[in-house]
């Protein structure tokens, strides 16, 4: 079980799977939505994923017609992006993820705006 939380602990969530994969994205939406050089973002299938607490505290951003910004209204944390073009799957804000995810098996660093590698390691 994967767990995780916004900055105000209003909004918990917890992934009952594994993490399918793993991006940095460097895109210029999620540079400014995150104040940072990139955001990272671990695709888990929706139907893993549920809030234990603070879904009224969601608000949510659309910053594209493909992209759904999940954000926590009281503090502003950036939970998640709900892609439209991926019904299956969920893009979890990893700055958000409690503790050590446990990942399971080899994880590519991708920078999708480019759509290069950026690193790449396997764990076994
Ligand atoms: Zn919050
Ligand atoms: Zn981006």
Known sequence: MINGRCECGRVRYE??????DLSHCHCSQCRRLHGAAFATFAAVYRDK?????????????????????VFCAECGSNILVDARQDPDL???CMGTVDGD????RGI??????????VRNYRRT
């Open 101 to 104: 995810p446990c990942l399971s």
């Open 15 to 20: 992934i009952g799977g594994d993490i399918e």
């Open 49 to 69: 994923f549920r809030y234990v607490s603070g879904e009224s505290d969601l608000k949510v951003y659309a910053s594209s017609e493909f992209n759904d910004r």
């Open 90 to 92: 969920l893009y979890i």
């Open 108 to 117: 590519s660093f991708v920078c999708r705006l480019e759509g290069v590698v």
